[in-house]
């Protein structure tokens, strides 16, 4: 019984340590999927605003609340691959009047659709290298997760993400 009640302070000093890390994990998975996200950005379909490798915080709060609006960057669920998630600029939400560029790599064609209800028309900035609605059509409003409003990493790229203006 000595043996037991010597360990005693380490088994309750070890029980507090795991339910304090325990409660900051749920409190980081509540935020992470409710609040704000840390994503990598990863590809040059965002160029120049965003770069290969940028750190970027997003808040999922005006996505959530159906206050997206054009010029906004975005993080998306892939309609091509579910299981991956892309970044892109809104240019046009449900009701807007979108014109674009079928290729701009091949010709000066364009094409003008109507975005329809519950849905966004999304393009990368970098229009020559980016997949994008010009291929798949406009993107069910379901799939946009959350709005880029901070560039976090590098230090040297840190800035607050403002509107730009879609043309």
Same mark, same amino acid.
Request: proline residues 5%; contains cysteine.
């Given at each position: 019984?000595?043996?037991?009640?010597?360990?005693?302070?380490?088994?309750?000093?070890?029980?507090? @340590?795991?339910?304090?890390?325990?409660?900051?994990?749920?409190?980081?998975? &509540?935020?992470?999927?409710?609040?704000?996200?840390?994503? @990598?950005?990863?590809?040059?379909?965002?160029?120049?605003?965003?770069?290969?490798?940028?750190?970027?915080? +997003?808040?999922?709060?005006?996505?959530? +609340?159906?206050?997206?609006?054009?010029?906004?960057? &975005?993080?998306?669920?892939? !309609?091509?691959?579910?299981?991956?998630?892309?970044?892109?600029?809104?240019?046009?939400?449900?009701?807007?009047? &979108?014109?674009?560029?079928?290729? !701009?790599?091949?010709?000066?064609?364009?094409?003008?659709?109507?975005?329809?209800?519950?849905?966004?028309?999304?393009?990368?900035?970098?229009?020559?290298? +980016?997949?994008?609605?010009?291929?798949?059509?406009?993107? !069910?409003?379901?799939?946009?997760?959350?709005?880029?409003?901070?560039? &976090?990493?590098? +230090?040297?790229?840190?800035?607050?993400?403002?509107?730009?203006?879609?043309?």
């Amino acid at each position: 019984m000595g043996k037991l009640l010597e360990w005693m302070p380490i088994v309750k000093d070890a029980l507090h @340590k795991t339910a304090v890390a325990a409660n900051i994990l749920c409190l980081l998975h &509540v935020t992470n999927v409710h609040l704000f996200s840390v994503v @990598k950005l990863v590809g040059p379909s965002m160029l120049p605003a965003f770069n290969n490798g940028n750190f970027v915080l +997003s808040e999922r709060i005006t996505s959530r +609340s159906g206050k997206v609006r054009s010029g906004d960057a &975005v993080i998306i669920r892939s !309609p091509e691959d579910p299981t991956k998630v892309v970044c892109k600029r809104v240019k046009g939400v449900e009701g807007d009047v &979108v014109s674009y560029v079928v290729d !701009p790599n091949k010709s000066d064609e364009q094409k003008t659709v109507e975005v329809p209800k519950g849905h966004v028309w999304i393009e990368g900035d970098n229009i020559n290298n +980016s997949r994008d609605s010009r291929q798949f059509g406009a993107v !069910p409003y379901a799939l946009v997760e959350s709005r880029i409003f901070i560039v &976090v990493w590098p +230090s040297e790229d840190f800035r607050l993400i403002r509107k730009y203006k879609v043309m």
